[in-house]
């Protein structure tokens, strides 16, 4: 066995790094996927620091990432938020892709925020939908909890019934319908990637009880549910991989339809988070 890296030292250097260089900490963390840093403009930006300069953080490569972490605040509320996130799929670690949300709780975030860009499988979904994650199935060739587990973080062998809190997923529901806004909900599937889906891997998806596949988002949300934290995630549909309907996007095109979608999530997250006193 390879000798392992003392995590939790590592942890709290980051953590006492966040707390010194910025003072107040905040109780929630936004992690803006894909396309979606423009929520960004929504929040009254305190402090930004690159990743570069934040120990033992890893440093985003992806086009469409700047790296940076962020605290200010979004409506009524002090939140951080991570512009740019660490996919598997460039070559971090699921411990490293992980490593910020660890961080985050270390600080005394309880609640996190993810979204993300999705291929949908459900022949209900359109380009450009924003669906509700209310459950995933992780089919990442790798686990963020393999290894030792410290007690300090979370249990060995932690449940993940409610991964995503269904308190959070209500209070969009009532957002969205009292807004209208159309949003669909449904199954993420987190894969490695970087290749999008064959037809049947689109219909494999589908079959296995996925509505929307991506690259992202489930080591994140399984390392906060590790960590006893309530997790609201959302994915824009940015292409359709429905039986007998493929529409394939390249990376440009995700980014587009991303954007398009971008305001709305946006409204929405910034609603919930500010209609709960306790975020
Ligand atoms: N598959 C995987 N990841 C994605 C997709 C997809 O179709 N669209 C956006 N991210």
């Known amino acids: 066995m390879v000798q392992e890296i003392n995590w939790l030292e590592r942890i709290n250097e980051t953590a006492a790094f966040l707390k010194e260089r910025v003072g107040k900490m905040p109780k929630t963390a936004i992690i803006l996927g894909t396309g979606l840093g423009d929520l960004v403009n929504h929040i ?10 934040i120990p033992n953080f890893p440093v985003s490569t992806v086009e469409g990432h700047s790296g940076r972490l962020i605290f200010g605040t979004l409506g009524t509320k002090y939140i951080m938020a991570m512009q740019g996130r660490f996919h598997f799929y460039e070559g971090y670690s699921m411990k490293e892709s992980t490593f910020p949300v660890r961080v985050m709780k270390a600080v005394g975030v309880k609640t996190l ?80 990637g970087p290749t999008f889906e064959t037809p049947a891997e689109y219909r494999y998806f589908w079959r296995i009880g996925g509505d929307a596949v991506g690259m992202s988002t489930v080591p994140e949300v399984i390392v906060a549910n590790h960590a006893d934290m309530e997790v609201f995630g959302m994915s824009v549909i940015t292409d359709i991989g429905a039986e007998g309907v493929v529409e394939e996007a390249t990376h440009e095109e995700v980014q587009a339809a991303a954007a398009k979608a971008q305001p709305v999530m946006s409204f929405l997250m910034k609603e919930i988070i500010n209609q709960f006193e306790e975020l």
């Open 113 to 192: 925020f993810v979204s993300n860009a999705a291929g949908g499988m459900n022949p209900d979904f359109k380009i450009g939908d924003l669906m509700i994650i209310t459950d995933h199935i992780n089919l990442f060739p790798e686990h963020p909890l393999r290894g030792k587990n410290y007690e300090e973080l979370g249990p060995r062998f932690p449940g993940m019934v409610d991964a995503y809190s269904p308190r959070l997923i209500e209070k969009c529901r009532e957002i969205a319908k009292a807004n209208d806004i159309r949003v669909v909900e449904g199954v993420y599937v987190g894969t490695q």
């Open 44 to 53: 009254n930006i305190e402090v930004s620091i690159p990743y570069e300069e």
